[in-house]
């Protein structure tokens, strides 16, 4: 079964297109939702990780307080090297597992990742579709999604592969800048094309 991988910076509306594929029927897994489900209390990487950083990383509940991580790897490259290392490997493999669902009729599944081309990731795909906005558009809808701060927003975007080397990359465009009738058509367009290419 075909793979293709649904991208784009932070604020471009990748969960957004992702439905509209998922309303044609298509499968599609979010590599967010992934990265949450493995560092859920009881689940090794987490005891891994509390084991390395320390017990003040969890919440009261046990689970993963995420600011508090991020605090300690963020401006850390060696800690945010070995926990990418603990967790990139795991994340993969429950992917691999996901995206391949029973009694599925359809020639082609959906990755849907922020860090698809800046990971691993992108060699569990055939293609890759971009969500595209430009970042001005990113940065205003994330402050109004997230309650974020401009330069935290734009911190996260500078840590993202640009919007061009994105463009660069991409096997195809969504352009979600546009009204959502349009967005919505050019993914049934993308739809017939994949169920095409991938359907012999």
Same mark, same amino acid.
């Given at each position: ?5 649904l991208?784009?910076?932070?604020g +471009? ?8 594929? %998922?309303?044609? %029927? ?15 209390? %009881? ?7 509390a084991?390395?950083?320390g017990? %003040? ?5 046990g689970?993963? !307080?995420?600011?508090?991580?991020r ?10 090297a ?16 996901q ?10 599944v959906?990755?849907? +990742? ?11 795909? !055939? ?17 109004a ?6 330069d ?9 592969i640009?919007?061009e ?14 009204? +959502? ?12 094309q ?5 359907? +012999?």
């Amino acid at each position: 079964m075909a793979v293709v991988g649904l991208t784009g910076g932070i604020g +471009s509306g990748k969960s957004t297109v992702a439905r509209m594929f %998922g309303a044609l %029927g298509v499968h599609w897994v979010d590599a967010d939702d992934v990265a949450r489900e493995v560092v859920e209390p %009881g689940m090794p990487a987490l005891e891994q990780i509390a084991e390395h950083f320390g017990r %003040g990383i969890l919440l009261p509940d046990g689970g993963l !307080d995420r600011a508090a991580l991020r605090g300690v790897v963020f401006d850390a490259p060696a800690e945010r090297a070995w926990l990418e290392g603990v967790l990139h490997p795991v994340i993969r493999e429950e992917l691999v597992r996901q995206l391949h669902p029973a009694d599925y009729a359809l020639p082609y599944v959906l990755l849907v +990742s922020p860090l698809l081309l800046e990971t691993d990731q992108h060699q569990l795909v !055939d293609k890759v579709v971009v969500v595209d906005v430009p970042v001005d558009v990113q940065i205003e809808r994330t402050m109004a999604r997230d309650d974020n701060a401009r330069d935290q927003v734009q911190r996260i975007i500078d840590a993202q592969i640009s919007r061009e080397q994105r463009l660069q990359r991409a096997d195809e465009v969504v352009d979600n800048n546009r009204p +959502s009738a349009e967005v919505e058509r050019r993914v049934e367009e993308l739809h017939k094309q994949f169920m095409v290419a991938f359907g +012999s």
